[in-house]
Structure formats: C-alpha cells, structure tokens
C-alpha cells in the first residue's frame, strides 16, 4: 500500500488524531437570542498544523490570549456552530479518544431560521452542553 498524504481521507484521519489530542469538542455558553454554541478548537504552540486545519475545514487561527508569560507564545484554531458541525461530521468516523464527545456534538441542533431561535432548540442545545461538560471533565 503507498501512502498519499493528500488525499482527503488522509487529511481527515491526520486531523482527527490532532483533534483527539489536542483539540476540544464543547459548547460555548451563551445567552439569548443564540443560546449555547458548538465549538470546536485546537490549540498549539506550532501555527503550521492550525493552519492546515483552517485550510481544511475554515475557521480562524489567532494568539491564544490565555498563553503564560514564561511559556512560548500559543495559537488558537477554532471552528463554531454549524462550520464545527460539519467538520465533527467529517471527521468523525476516524475520531479514537473523543468519539463520545464528537457522538454528542453531531445531535446539536443547527438553526437557520430568522433571529429568534425557537425555545425547543435552545433546551436542546441545552442538553447537547451539558452531555460535553460531562464527557470533558479531567480526572477519574
């Protein structure tokens, strides 16, 4: 078998393991009238890998505000709402250690409607957050 790197179902399975060591699955809290956001994200002290996630999926690659003055300077990939959807989607069947979260982040309900996102989608989006909180806690 000859490995070909660009093909796009080697991109995936490269960025799949990439998310599953270094990326995050969760829901941004928010408040009306959007409620609770997918995310997806990556951070790095290397921009070169961020990049080619933004290449592959969008999203922006910007400084990691949170980076401690004594450690080297760290990017942030991030991805929300209906863009994390579709990559969670497309990387999901190569997903090992956050197969659940990625299993969760899928049922997160997309709106397209007008302004005001309907009560039912936002208890849903709800649901959706408070599943990832679970599955993304540290510790035994």
Same mark, same amino acid.
């Given at each position: 078998?000859?490995? +070909? ?8 399975? *490269? ?12 829901? #941004? +809290? ?17 921009? &070169?890998?961020?990049?080619? /996630? ?15 003055? #004594?450690?080297?300077?760290?990017? !942030? *990939?991030?991805?929300?709402?209906? !863009?994390?959807?579709? $990559?969670?989607? #497309? ?11 990625? $299993?969760? $982040?899928?049922?997160?309900?997309? *709106? ?8 039912? &989608? ?10 990832? #909180?679970? /599955?993304? !806690? !540290?510790?035994?």
């Amino acid at each position: 078998m000859i490995f +070909t790197p660009d093909t796009i179902e080697n991109k995936l399975i *490269w960025a799949a393991g990439y998310i599953d060591g270094d990326g995050s699955i969760f829901c #941004r +809290t928010g408040s009306l009238p959007h409620g609770d956001m997918l995310m997806l994200s990556v951070s790095s002290t290397k921009q &070169v890998g961020l990049e080619m /996630l933004a290449k592959l999926f969008g999203g922006n690659v910007r400084p990691d505000p949170k980076t401690n003055p #004594r450690c080297a300077p760290a990017f !942030r *990939w991030s991805l929300s709402g209906k !863009r994390a959807h579709a $990559a969670i989607k #497309r990387l999901y069947p190569f997903l090992i250690l956050r197969k659940k979260q990625g $299993a969760v $982040a899928l049922n997160y309900p997309l *709106w397209r409607g007008g302004i005001k996102t309907p009560l039912l &989608v936002h208890i849903l989006r709800e649901e959706v957050s408070k599943s990832l #909180r679970i /599955l993304n !806690r !540290r510790g035994p």
